[in-house]
């Protein structure tokens, strides 16, 4: 039991942005007993609520929603569960958006895991504030608790009397906290499991949801920022002149380069009173630049580098049985090299923010995933107190992961400063494509054994990237340990087992996008082991099943979220139940699969392909998703399409490259998205589960590419190992 | 950029109809419509999203047909009839009504563009195939990947309109 606390008469109820008067309750959520969830959140020790509910005496329930809504849908699920154990009324329920504080917690919206970590608290908090309610009730009516009842944001009575619940908030604002206040059972739910539409979708609908880009302050300035094309190149000098001429541009501010994760890349901004002057001025600005180091970089060059790295030096990083007597004794060897580009996340909304320095405060007001990351780099930079930094979170027009990078934010900082007024520095698209935090590129050798049954008796993986892990400790050359997981912890039941990392040192920012390592390995290890299967001379889905071997759980006992293959098998068969896999397709018509375990969860897509006149294209869709729990199904379902539509994107045209430094690609017409026409009918089915929820918003991803890949194998005998397919010819 | 365009070019007087109402500003007339609207008159509903044409999230129906106002020269909408996300239109609030009942978007950042684009559409052909909803839709981009609900949306908002 986590304790809940009655607010309602404390002064930090200012502190924390709610209007007094109402009945409030606060608690820690809750941190479950997995390893993962206790690195990232460390020991909670003090009271330190990040969950906030306010019941107004006018019945309106209201909620501080401590997460970012990026199309997530977090803002709806959240508050569901609380409505739900409360009884309340779904259409009394207000959100109000957290600023970047540490009070709320973690407020990271990334991992997949906002649900996972607050579920449980959001119900013990909603079937608090009903048992305050129903004594509020009782005392009220001086009748026994027993004989009164929670229906719809009501209190009745047994003699057929009711109070609404505002009605009740002075009195129960004067309530003990009561402790193990009971759930309910998961049967009566009224919207946990259901399909609530998304609380927003009337400001989405009608352009009046307010994006980080929406944002307009009195006598604001609007900047936009030219900065080097290498990664990490400084100015050496700059003419402003021409930039000045510009009617519009008000002034020319050089922003430092801020050597720190999140730290500004540096550049020249210009301001001005509209955002297209700021961009004229920024296309007329004269600035050379100081390379530095990472001119050096040319993607092809990179590449060949990083996969011959995959046969020197590498580090072992799982070394099972021995994969060198199973290739001697193998019947049959499968050998593939994959390479995959950069991404960029190119997230609708291009990166901005509005930031108003005044003295030694400074109040921002940006779309972003990480508002106390922000919060951080603000005070940093303007070496003031934190509590001097506010950080207002914004809708944001898609994040992916990049928004989680508050660079963007720190830029505004430094020109509102300069200024000593509101501004906002606005990204072009261009600078989204060039400036990134890009997915990492990758290369990767995989070998299977066969043995004379068609059974994979060995598995090596080799895989070289820059990791992640660069951005923050610069110089690091080899994958992190939590990027070697989905490679090494392959769910297969195979004796002999092998996992190497190469060298592969970073040239650019490198960024998590949206299921990260999961892209590369969930790639490489269903396409591999689809060819293990062709090699096999068996039907994918049979070999896979077998692969993935007996029912079995791993990891540690009472870990809620123990790997379970019986659940990963569980998806893969109802995902080719729903295709009707083994069914004949149209000539020209292929079915592909594959299955992935990430983010906690466990999905599997069929995808239909057909290749006609050499172009490919996906006709339909079938994901199963097995996430535990699942809290909002509408969510679940919008999340699974549109990784399906996010996965078929990378795996159609995904590609970032570098020339000389410098990022080649720059806007949507050369790093190109998957539009309607070429959108498939996508089929999503949802495990009912009792399991604790796990990841949504990510684990769709990964299938999407290797199941097109396999689907075109079994029409054109050809397993394509590197992406995009536009690079094939193939789009 | 075309070189021209970075000369300096001096702001003019320029009367913008905008959901039925007047706006005289001063711009420079190579200024894009989309900056005029968003930065100069205020109605933020239309979005930028890659300036050249490419996207459709800063699309307005301009005497009827969506254009890209993020590539469209700011005098040459003078003397239009514009209609933004926020405007009133029968079509539009139909289909912001199907968008809201099939719970089209995500993140929300394209769906101005995408009903400007479909309110196009169901304006000029009261009865589109699937094959006429992807041409219309083509111009479009969302990164959320929402087609399928907003194709479905445009075929409910159909429905409705021919009840």
């Given at each position: 039991?986590?304790?809940?606390?009655?607010?309602?008469?404390?002064?930090?109820?200012?502190?924390?942005?709610?209007?007094?008067?109402?009945?409030?309750?606060?608690?820690?959520?809750?941190?479950?007993?997995?390893?993962?969830?206790?690195?990232?959140?460390?020991?909670?020790?003090?009271?330190?609520?990040?969950?906030?509910?306010?019941?107004?005496?006018?019945?309106?329930?209201?909620?501080?929603?401590?997460?970012?809504?990026?199309?997530?849908?977090?803002?709806?699920?959240?508050?569901?569960?609380?409505?739900?154990?409360?009884?309340?009324?779904?259409?009394?329920?207000?959100?109000?958006?957290?600023?970047?504080?540490?009070?709320?917690?973690?407020?990271?919206?990334?991992?997949?895991?906002?649900?996972?970590?607050?579920?449980?608290?959001?119900?013990?908090?909603?079937?608090?504030?009903?048992?305050?309610?129903?004594?509020?009730?009782?005392?009220?009516?001086?009748?026994?608790?027993?004989?009164?009842?929670?229906?719809?944001?009501?209190?009745?009575?047994?003699?057929?009397?009711?109070?609404?619940?505002?009605?009740?908030?002075?009195?129960?604002?004067?309530?003990?906290?009561?402790?193990?206040?009971?759930?309910?059972?998961?049967?009566?739910?009224?919207?946990?499991?259901?399909?609530?539409?998304?609380?927003?979708?009337?400001?989405?609908?009608?352009?009046?949801?307010?994006?980080?880009?929406?944002?307009?302050?009195?006598?604001?300035?609007?900047?936009?920022?030219?900065?080097?094309?290498?990664?990490?190149?400084?100015?050496?000098?700059?003419?402003?002149?021409?930039?000045?001429?510009?009617?519009?541009?008000?002034?020319?501010?050089?922003?430092?380069?801020?050597?720190?994760?999140?730290?500004?890349?540096?550049?020249?901004?210009?301001?001005?009173?509209?955002?297209?002057?700021?961009?004229?001025?920024?296309?007329?600005?004269?600035?050379?630049?100081?390379?530095?180091?990472?001119?050096?970089?040319?993607?092809?060059?990179?590449?060949?580098?990083?996969?011959?790295?995959?046969?020197?030096?590498?580090?072992?990083?799982?070394?099972?049985?021995?994969?060198?007597?199973?290739?001697?004794?193998?019947?049959?060897?499968?050998?593939?090299?994959?390479?995959?580009?950069?991404?960029?996340?190119?997230?609708?909304?291009?990166?901005?923010?509005?930031?108003?320095?005044?003295?030694?405060?400074?109040?921002?007001?940006?779309?972003?995933?990480?508002?106390?990351?922000?919060?951080?780099?603000?005070?940093?930079?303007?070496?003031?107190?934190?509590?001097?930094?506010?950080?207002?979170?914004?809708?944001?027009?898609?994040?992916?992961?990049?928004?989680?990078?508050?660079?963007?934010?720190?830029?505004?900082?430094?020109?509102?400063?300069?200024?000593?007024?509101?501004?906002?520095?606005?990204?072009?698209?261009?600078?989204?494509?060039?400036?990134?935090?890009?997915?990492?590129?990758?290369?990767?050798?995989?070998?299977?054994?066969?043995?004379?049954?068609?059974?994979?008796?060995?598995?090596?993986?080799?895989?070289?990237?820059?990791?992640?892990?660069?951005?923050?400790?610069?110089?690091?050359?080899?994958?992190?340990?939590?990027?070697?997981?989905?490679?090494?912890?392959?769910?297969?039941?195979?004796?002999?087992?092998?996992?190497?990392?190469?060298?592969?040192?970073?040239?650019?920012?490198?960024?998590?996008?949206?299921?990260?390592?999961?892209?590369?390995?969930?790639?490489?290890?269903?396409?591999?082991?689809?060819?293990?299967?062709?090699?096999?001379?068996?039907?994918?889905?049979?070999?896979?099943?077998?692969?993935?071997?007996?029912?079995?759980?791993?990891?540690?006992?009472?870990?809620?979220?123990?790997?379970?293959?019986?659940?990963?098998?569980?998806?893969?068969?109802?995902?080719?139940?729903?295709?009707?896999?083994?069914?004949?397709?149209?000539?020209?018509?292929?079915?592909?699969?594959?299955?992935?375990?990430?983010?906690?969860?466990?999905?599997?897509?069929?995808?239909?392909?057909?290749?006609?006149?050499?172009?490919?294209?996906?006709?339909?869709?079938?994901?199963?998703?097995?996430?535990?729990?699942?809290?909002?199904?509408?969510?679940?379902?919008?999340?699974?399409?549109?990784?399906?539509?996010?996965?078929?994107?990378?795996?159609?045209?995904?590609?970032?490259?570098?020339?000389?430094?410098?990022?080649?690609?720059?806007?949507?017409?050369?790093?190109?998205?998957?539009?309607?026409?070429q959108a498939p009918e996508i089929h999503v089915d949802?495990?009912?589960?009792?399991?604790?929820?796990?990841?949504?918003?990510?684990?769709?991803?990964?299938?999407?590419?290797?199941?097109?890949?396999?689907?075109?194998?079994?029409?054109t005998g050809k397993y394509y190992h590197n992406l995009?397919?536009?690079?094939?010819?193939?789009? | 950029?075309?070189?021209?365009?970075?000369?300096?070019?001096?702001?003019?007087?320029?009367?913008?109809?905008?959901?039925?109402?007047?706006?005289?500003?001063?711009?420079?007339?190579?200024?894009?419509?989309?900056?005029?609207?968003?930065?100069?008159?205020?109605?933020?509903?239309?979005?930028?999203?890659?300036?050249?044409?490419?996207?459709?999230?800063?699309?307005?129906?301009m005497d009827g047909s969506p254009v890209q106002s993020?590539?469209?020269?700011?005098?040459?909408?003078?003397?239009?009839?514009?209609?933004?996300?926020?405007?009133?239109?029968?079509?539009?609030?139909?289909?912001?009504?199907?968008?809201?009942?099939?719970?089209?978007?995500?993140?929300?950042?394209?769906?101005?563009?995408?009903?400007?684009?479909?309110?196009?559409?169901?304006?000029?052909?009261?009865?589109?195939?699937?094959?006429?909803?992807?041409?219309?839709?083509?111009?479009?981009?969302?990164?959320?990947?929402?087609?399928?609900?907003?194709?479905?949306?445009?075929?409910?908002?159909?429905?409705?309109?021919?009840?």
């Amino acid at each position: 039991m986590k304790p809940i606390r009655n607010l309602s008469r404390r002064s930090f109820v200012k502190s924390i942005g709610l209007a007094s008067g109402g009945l409030i309750l606060a608690c820690n959520t809750a941190v479950f007993s997995n390893e993962e969830s206790k690195e990232n959140r460390g020991p909670i020790t003090d009271f330190n609520p990040n969950l906030f509910v306010q019941l107004n005496s006018d019945g309106t329930l209201i909620l501080v929603a401590s997460r970012s809504e990026m199309g997530n849908g977090v803002r709806t699920s959240l508050p569901s569960v609380i409505a739900d154990e409360m009884e309340a009324d779904w259409n009394r329920v207000e959100i109000r958006q957290a600023t970047g504080d540490k009070k709320f917690g973690d407020q990271n919206t990334d991992g997949s895991r906002s649900i996972r970590y607050l579920y449980g608290t959001m119900r013990q908090m909603g079937a608090t504030v009903k048992v305050m309610l129903l004594q509020a009730a009782a005392q009220k009516w001086n009748v026994p608790v027993e004989e009164c009842t929670a229906v719809n944001h009501f209190i009745k009575h047994s003699s057929g009397k009711k109070i609404g619940f505002g009605d009740l908030v002075e009195i129960a604002k004067t309530l003990e906290v009561p402790e193990n206040a009971p759930l309910k059972n998961p049967k009566d739910f009224k919207y946990i499991g259901k399909e609530l539409p998304s609380i927003d979708v009337g400001k989405y609908a009608d352009g009046s949801a307010v994006f980080g880009l929406d944002i307009r302050l009195p006598n604001m300035k609007f900047a936009a920022v030219k900065r080097c094309p290498v990664t990490f190149g400084t100015v050496k000098s700059f003419n402003k002149t021409a930039a000045m001429e510009i009617p519009g541009v008000v002034d020319v501010i050089e922003i430092p380069k801020i050597n720190r994760p999140f730290g500004a890349l540096g550049g020249v901004a210009v301001v001005a009173d509209n955002t297209w002057a700021a961009f004229k001025g920024v296309d007329a600005l004269e600035v050379t630049w100081e390379e530095g180091a990472n001119r050096v970089y040319s993607s092809d060059k990179y590449m060949e580098e990083i996969t011959a790295n995959l046969f020197k030096g590498t580090k072992v990083a799982k070394d099972k049985g021995n994969v060198e007597s199973a290739f001697k004794n193998a019947d049959k060897i499968v050998e593939s090299t994959f390479q995959l580009p950069h991404l960029s996340h190119a997230p609708m909304e291009v990166p901005n923010a509005v930031a108003w320095v005044q003295g030694d405060t400074c109040e921002v007001w940006a779309p972003t995933q990480e508002p106390q990351a922000t919060r951080s780099e603000v005070t940093a930079y303007l070496d003031v107190p934190r509590e001097n930094v506010t950080v207002n979170v914004t809708f944001l027009g898609g994040g992916f992961g990049r928004k989680s990078k508050p660079d963007y934010i720190v830029e505004a900082v430094v020109v509102s400063k300069a200024m000593n007024a509101p501004v906002q520095v606005v990204w072009t698209r261009e600078d989204d494509i060039k400036h990134g935090y890009y997915h990492t590129v990758s290369a990767q050798h995989m070998k299977a054994a066969i043995d004379a049954d068609g059974k994979v008796t060995g598995w090596q993986h080799k895989f070289g990237l820059p990791s992640i892990t660069s951005t923050f400790s610069p110089g690091v050359e080899y994958a992190a340990g939590w990027e070697i997981g989905s490679a090494s912890n392959a769910p297969f039941e195979i004796d002999n087992m092998k996992v190497e990392v190469g060298k592969a040192p970073a040239h650019v920012r490198i960024g998590w996008l949206r299921s990260v390592i999961n892209i590369p390995h969930g790639f490489s290890v269903n396409v591999f082991a689809d060819e293990c299967a062709t090699a096999a001379g068996m039907d994918p889905l049979e070999h896979r099943l077998k692969l993935i071997g007996s029912d079995r759980m791993l990891g540690k006992e009472g870990n809620p979220y123990r790997f379970n293959s019986t659940r990963l098998k569980n998806v893969l068969k109802r995902a080719a139940k729903n295709a009707e896999w083994g069914k004949t397709l149209p000539d020209g018509h292929a079915y592909g699969l594959a299955v992935h375990y990430s983010f906690l969860s466990y999905v599997a897509s069929i995808v239909e392909v057909s290749v006609k006149n050499g172009k490919a294209k996906v006709h339909k869709v079938w994901t199963c998703i097995d996430c535990g729990i699942a809290v909002n199904k509408n969510t679940v379902r919008s999340q699974m399409e549109g990784s399906a539509v996010f996965g078929m994107s990378l795996a159609f045209y995904g590609k970032i490259t570098a020339k000389d430094g410098a990022i080649e690609q720059g806007n949507y017409d050369d790093y190109k998205m998957v539009r309607m026409y070429q959108a498939p009918e996508i089929h999503v089915d949802i495990v009912e589960s009792t399991e604790a929820p796990s990841g949504v918003g990510e684990p769709g991803v990964p299938v999407i590419a290797p199941a097109i890949v396999n689907a075109i194998a079994k029409i054109t005998g050809k397993y394509y190992h590197n992406l995009p397919l536009e690079d094939h010819g193939l789009v | 950029m075309l070189n021209w365009l970075k000369k300096p070019i001096l702001a003019i007087m320029i009367t913008l109809h905008i959901n039925g109402k007047e706006h005289n500003i001063d711009a420079a007339p190579d200024m894009p419509l989309l900056w005029a609207i968003r930065d100069i008159i205020g109605y933020t509903g239309t979005k930028y999203g890659c300036g050249k044409g490419v996207c459709g999230t800063c699309k307005v129906l301009m005497d009827g047909s969506p254009v890209q106002s993020c590539v469209l020269p700011v005098s040459v909408a003078e003397g239009k009839h514009l209609i933004t996300i926020e405007g009133q239109n029968e079509t539009l609030q139909l289909l912001q009504q199907s968008w809201a009942e099939l719970n089209v978007p995500q993140c929300g950042f394209c769906q101005p563009g995408q009903l400007i684009a479909a309110t196009g559409l169901l304006e000029t052909n009261s009865n589109p195939t699937d094959q006429d909803i992807d041409d219309a839709m083509i111009g479009n981009i969302c990164r959320c990947g929402t087609y399928q609900r907003i194709k479905n949306a445009i075929k409910r908002t159909v429905e409705l309109k021919n009840q």
